[in-house]
């Protein structure tokens, strides 16, 4: 599997084949198309470079997975991996790593050409679950083909970095279902701040709001694990991809 490790901002442009790259007229705020074309010029050339640092990831993680029994393959739940049977590749996302921007791009993907913008995909239409096949859908033995034959990869992020995304996302621009799941709990726990508003929008008006510090004393409880796994936008790559069973 091949474990990438670039800027959110660099993710699209870096991995999008020139065709499609000079399609696009804008990324957020920046004009691409001369841009992506030198990008992808300088990534042909710098292809050797990344080679060695894939083998370098590769070898590293081989040691680090040293004696991990690969049956277990076979029990983890692989809801965060993506098939795209077209173009023969398994993406596993994790969120807070540019997910959004990679799910528009495999949804561009599966078109024919001329492909669509990918940034003309909503946000919150491509992260419904009906908008890809994931791999936990086939049977075993389908599975354990398309593991075997497909290019798989996925793209990680400084986890220390992630996490402030996390807060900045979840805590400081929650909605609902953050703020009665996670920034109520956080704040009576490490606050003790127990009249909250019930109401979303009211607790944005008063600002309600658990500071990085509370954030932080709740992924370090050994009570936050123990009760339920981790939320996906502040789990543990590793349990999200098992890079250790997925090779």
């Keep these: ?3 990438l490790n670039v800027s959110p901002t660099q993710i699209l442009p870096f991995s999008l084949p020139l065709h499609l790259a000079l399609q696009m007229e804008s990324y957020g705020k920046i004009t691409l198309n001369s841009n992506i074309f030198i990008r992808h010029f300088l990534f042909v050339f710098a292809a050797p470079k990344y080679s060695e640092q894939q083998r370098l990831r590769k070898e590293l993680l081989r040691k680090h997975c040293a004696g991990v029994n690969q049956s277990l393959v076979n029990n983890v739940d692989m809801k965060n991996f993506v098939v795209d049977d077209k173009n023969g590749i398994i993406y596993c996302y994790i969120p807070k790593v540019a997910c959004t921007n990679w799910k528009r ?3 561009a993907l599966r078109h024919d050409e ?3 913008d990918p940034m003309s995909f909503e946000h919150n239409w491509v992260h419904r679950f009906d908008r890809f096949q994931l ?3 086939f049977p075993l033995a389908e599975r354990k083909a398309k593991l075997k034959h497909y290019t798989k990869f996925l793209f990680v992020r ?3 970095v992630r996490l402030i995304s996390a807060y900045r996302d979840k805590m400081q621009h929650y909605d609902q279902y953050f703020y009665q799941g996670y920034v109520r709990a956080i ?3 490490y606050k003790k701040q ?3 508003p019930t109401n979303v929008t009211l607790a944005r008006k008063t600002g309600v709001q658990p500071s990085f510090y509370n954030f932080i004393q709740y992924i370090v409880d050994p009570r936050t694990e123990r009760n339920a796994p981790f939320e996906p936008h502040w789990r543990q790559m590793f349990r999200l991809c098992h890079p250790c069973l997925v090779k």
């Design 135 to 137: 791999l936990r859908q």
């Design 1 to 3: 599997m091949k474990i």
């Design 114 to 116: 001329p492909y669509p």
């Design 158 to 160: 400084d986890p220390f």
């Design 194 to 196: 127990y009249n909250l």
């Design 105 to 107: 791009t495999l949804i």
């Design 187 to 189: 704040l009576q726990l």
